[in-house]
């Protein structure tokens, strides 16, 4: 299922023995362009401390009601390791984060969970996944501070970031929302991670390898838009690239 950031900030969080507090945004890593944490915004309940919470613990996305189940209790969360809210995520709580909830460690590894293309949510698998040592460093970014960020195609520059579209079965960020108003009034368009050639953040510009002709030939995208497998192939044919639920289908048979 496809939810918009924007769309979930300002859900509510239900733990296992009730509500903690609501959806603030997200942080991703610009490797695998994957949801790593949400960060919650707990209120006056855990007040000064920044609340992670791994997708290994977001049960379920209610979209009806507006809440996202969190398989975790409050005095887990309570308990957990310690980031305070003006510093940046470091390998060490991470490593620290991880080992105290036992979860397998997601840059272990040489797919976008580590040794799994996807979110393995059973404990019995977990026991068989051998650590890799193949281990790469994220750089964790935060979804509200790429929003805004200009889009540079390879003859101009077409936008800016207004939104991202993930997927919450692996928490890939599927889709970058590209707002043209700059440079072709209200046209949205869609831009996958896998056509960004870099991204300079400290111009805060991302470079995608496309032409401005072609996005702006490109399937529209609206707020009534369905984003249907058909659209997404249409998409996908319209730039001559695969799409990546071929990719991932013959990954997850490699790993069986």
Known sequence: MFNKVKTLKGYKLHSLDGEIGEVEEFYFDDRYWTIRYLVADTGNWLTG????????ALAAVNKEEQF????????????SPSLDSDKPVSRQFEQSYYGYYGWPMYWSGT??????PYLVHDPEIWKELKQDEKEWDPNLRSTYDVMGHNIQATDGNIGHVEDFVIDDETWAIRYLIIDTQNWWPGKKVLVSPKWIERVSWSESTVFINLTCEAIKQSPEYTEESQLTRDYETELHQHYDRQGYWIDESVTKKHCR
Do not use: C
């Open 49 to 56: 401390k920044r609340v992670l919470i791994s997708p290994y």
């Open 68 to 79: 996202i189940t969190i398989n975790l209790t409050k005095k887990q969360i309570e308990d």
């Open 111 to 116: 797919y976008m969970w580590g040794s799994y």
